[in-house]
């Protein structure tokens, strides 16, 4: 029996594979070259989108349109309440309960019967409120 070194002595030596490269050496100029420019012309684009060198744009605008809104108070939903300003549900509500039980308003000043409205509540909300007197009926 012969060892395991004396086989590979024995035995023919291998050729030596010799390596040839994938690309020729002006393959990879001319690919380097292109992957160059094409870098360049990214670096540009983003450039141009990053806004460099743009004007700002400036909008006119219509001045704000002003609605006058006023509320009627005899016949105003506590929803139409809760749209003014420093008038919240639970205040919304009282109004019109207190409405409903009272009868309708015959001043804007009866307002201020309602627990939680004052003087300065009311100074808050009445350019949006106003009062329709009902023709007195014979």
Known sequence: MSSPEQDNQDAEPEEEVKRVPAFLRSDRIILGVLVF???ILLIGRWIYLSGTGMETIEIDRESGIQIQYQLEINQASWIEWVQLEGV??????????YREKNGSFQ???DLTKI????KKTLDKFRPWIRLEKSPVEP
Request: charged share 30%.
């Open 107 to 109: 001043e804007i000043e």
């Open 37 to 39: 420019f094409f870098l």
């Open 115 to 118: 627990n939680g409205i004052g």
């Open 88 to 97: 919240g549900e639970t205040l919304a509500r009282k109004i019109v309960d």
